[in-house]
Nanobody, 126 residues
Framework: QVHLVESGGGSVQAGGSLTLSCVVSGPSDSSYAMGWFRQAPGKEREFVAAIRWSGGRTVYADSVKGRVTISKDNAKKMVYLQMNSLKPEDTAVYYC???????????????????WGQGTQVTVSS
């Protein structure tokens, strides 16, 4: 099991940018998949982006493609989510998640992840 702590959330106006960070602690290896998910009030948790710890293969939700970039720093054990051109519909609690040996085809499935952070709130005003 790994421990995940997110930070970087806040309130921004539409069109603004935020970069979320996720600190990964505990035993981990290169087979981990790291994902970002979000949950808006009254809605189900939805996939945003994911990256493989080794090699850096990425996948994005269509709703954020072109506006969001997921990246990692292996040495610092950090995962980032850079979000640009934010929209009010991006308002949600954003969660960092991790799963060891996750198939790439399963990266978008929240139920496959077994390590979750506590979440960080992102609020985008119009």
């Amino acid at each position: 099991q790994v421990h995940l702590v997110e930070s970087g959330g806040g309130s921004v106006q539409a069109g603004g940018s935020l970069t979320l960070s996720c600190v990964v602690s505990g035993p981990s290896d290169s087979s981990y998949a790291m994902g970002w998910f979000r949950q808006a009030p009254g809605k189900e948790r939805e996939f945003v982006a994911a990256i493989r710890w080794s090699g850096g293969r990425t996948v994005y939700a269509d709703s954020v493609k072109g506006r969001v970039t997921i990246s990692k720093d292996n040495a610092k054990k950090m995962v980032y989510l850079q979000m640009n051109s934010l929209k009010p519909e991006d308002t949600a609690v954003y969660y960092c998640a991790a799963k060891r040996r996750l198939l790439y085809t399963d990266y978008e499935m929240s139920h496959q992840y077994d390590n979750w952070g506590q979440g960080t709130q992102v609020t985008v005003s119009s």
